[in-house]
């Protein structure tokens, strides 16, 4: 009976631990598809003084989630993502300093597993290799872009975005038959279940890229 009666109580004990577990996921989970669905509109809908609020807001929540869940690999990509999209809005002296935490981000999320997101890291973390002044200004470095955006074309060869980073890549390169390939790769690319806005606007942005290197 005794022992009967422990292992039922080991069980109950067991179940209420998974469903707390599984709980807390479910709520970091949450919270970082609001910081994507916020994402997804500060990049693709607004623009000016309310895009930068906007950013502002973004980088508070990507560093909480972070600080919360720092095991978890997606939060570090998301921070990352945040950031280097921030430093593209922002611009100037500020971007910089932007871009090198974006950086660090981006490595810590390689750090505990390159592959997660199909290889989201390495595709933003290259975008930024060759966006960055190269030494003693910043860290830019073609090689090490083309390296990292290769990889994370390798992990997600019919993405959305890794196909438009490396177009972009190409075309910055002065290459625009090469890039010409990658913009409509990215423009045919599957949507994303519940990244509607951000698809529409990465499509607008490859055939924009499209449009003027056909001219």
Request: hydrophobic letters at 40%; glycine letters at 16%.
């Given at each position: 009976m005794i022992q009967a009666f422990?292992?039922?109580?080991?069980m109950r004990l067991f179940a209420a631990f998974f469903l707390l577990l599984t709980g807390q996921f479910a709520v970091a989970g949450s919270a970082l598809i609001d910081i994507q669905t916020k994402w997804d509109k500060t990049n693709f809908?607004?623009?000016?003084k309310a895009q930068i609020e906007s950013f502002e807001q973004l980088q508070a929540a990507s560093e909480a989630y972070t600080m919360a869940n720092p095991g978890q690999v997606?939060?570090?990509i998301w921070r990352g993502i945040?950031?280097?999209?921030?430093?593209?809005a922002k611009g100037g002296l500020g971007a910089l300093g932007l871009a090198k935490k974006a950086r660090k981000h981006f490595d810590k999320a390689i750090e505990i597993d390159g592959d997660a997101m199909q290889g989201a890291a390495y595709s933003s973390l290259g975008t930024l290799y060759y966006s960055v002044p190269g030494w003693p200004i910043g860290f830019g470095d073609d090689d090490k872009a083309d390296e990292l955006l290769q990889k994370g074309l390798s992990l997600n060869p019919n993405g959305i975005d890794s196909n438009y980073f490396y177009a972009e890549f190409l075309s910055n390169q002065k290459k625009p038959e090469q890039a010409l390939e990658f913009y409509r790769k990215?423009?045919?690319a599957p949507s994303r279940e519940?990244?509607?806005?951000?698809?529409?606007?990465r499509r607008k942005q490859a055939q924009e890229a499209i449009d003027a290197l056909e001219k």
């Open positions: 422990k292992a039922h109580l080991h809908t607004l623009a000016g997606e939060g570090w945040v950031d280097s999209s921030f430093a593209g990215s423009l045919n519940g990244r509607a806005v951000a698809d529409d606007g």
